[in-house]
């Protein structure tokens, strides 16, 4: 008989596929009504915490191993960009007389990190994915891979020294803020990286934890209690945070996913499949939502998208279309991808 630990895979318990398709509705609805504040920001801190989260669940028996680089990245690489270009072609076609040669550029297909031109404004978050995932899959290379996780926290944790320490100390900070002037290293050096070592600390701790009710309600208490203390500091996630907020409102994101998947794995509670189908449809919601509503408004004029009839039908039509996409394209699309890294 399996215990509780080995029940469930960490990366698919039924919370945090849940989660994932609350915080792709959040965007959704936040662009849907077009509203000056929304709480998109609170959805994308949420992904961001849960890459980290998961991807420490997923490949931490990857650590060391050579294949298990190519391994990662492979399968990052099938889950971001086949379903992102399937809807970045129609988009480019639909705006094709209004493109400068330069909007066609190598950034827009590869979401290279870096500053760029959106034609699907999500992809922003993407970037800093992708270089998130370029430097995770390094560190699990074998002999340096450990060394490199460490030297890469410590140098975005700098970020954080308050200036005024350097200059009490009459130092120059010569540092890695200087890096932001090279373009896309600000997307390997960031705070945002923040929100990825908060979700890779709540995985390993969920890991190395045994299921525990106690851990899994101290990881609620203190995960929620920071969250609530610094969500205000967001206006409850219409903004994003300066960097000491996104700190610690970024470790309240963790506790709260390591309290959720422990119960979970205690048993406590089991959201079924159906909480599975509803992640699957989180990220095909994400990147297509913008250009399924931007052509609403080209069909429908400002003073009908405010009539209720008219935004019921654009909800019910962008989670057709996200359904549509998760369950006939993206996982079909993600089996037979991650076949042929088995079979090379």
């Known amino acids: 008989m399996k215990t509780p630990v080995e029940s469930a895979a960490p990366h698919r318990l039924g919370s945090l596929e849940l989660g994932r398709f609350i915080a792709a509705s959040l965007v959704m609805i936040s662009h849907l009504f077009g509203l000056d504040a929304a709480p998109g920001p609170l959805g994308v801190q949420y992904f961001f915490v849960l890459s980290g989260f998961v991807m420490i669940t997923a490949h931490h028996r990857d650590f060391g191993q050579s294949r298990g680089v190519l391994k990662f990245w492979w399968r990052r690489v099938c889950r971001i960009y086949p379903l992102y270009w399937l809807v970045l072609l129609p988009v480019m076609f639909y705006y094709y007389h209004g493109f400068a040669p330069a909007s066609l550029s190598w950034q827009l297909f590869s979401l290279s990190p870096g500053p760029a031109s959106e034609l699907i404004p999500p992809a922003w978050s993407l970037r800093y994915e992708i270089a998130f995932y370029i430097v995770f899959g390094l560190c699990l290379t074998p002999y340096v891979g450990r060394v490199l996780l460490t030297a890469w926290v410590l140098s975005v944790l700098w970020l954080l020294v308050p200036v005024h320490v350097f200059q009490f100390f009459h130092v120059h900070r010569y540092n890695i803020m200087y890096l932001h002037a090279l373009g896309s290293w600000n997307h390997f050096i960031s705070i945002f990286e923040l929100y990825f070592f908060a979700g890779l600390l709540g995985g390993w701790l969920l890991i190395k934890s045994r299921p525990s009710v106690p851990r899994a309600i101290a990881g609620l208490l203190i995960g929620g209690a920071l969250m609530i203390y610094k969500l ?80 019921a039908g654009s909800l019910i039509l962008v989670y057709g279309v996200a359904i549509g996409l998760a369950f006939a394209v993206d996982r079909p699309l993600q089996r037979r991808l991650r076949k042929v890294y088995k079979n090379a």
């Open 232 to 311: 205000r500091v967001t206006q409850w996630g219409y903004v994003y945070p300066g960097p000491r907020d996104l700190a610690v409102l970024s470790l309240g994101y963790a506790g709260v996913m390591f309290g959720l998947a422990m119960l979970e794995r205690c048993g406590i509670f089991r959201l079924g499949k159906w909480a599975a189908w509803a992640g699957a449809v989180s990220y095909p919601l994400y990147i297509s939502h913008s250009p399924l509503l931007n052509c609403l408004d080209a069909i429908f004029p400002p003073p009908l998208r405010t009539n209720i009839l008219v935004e």
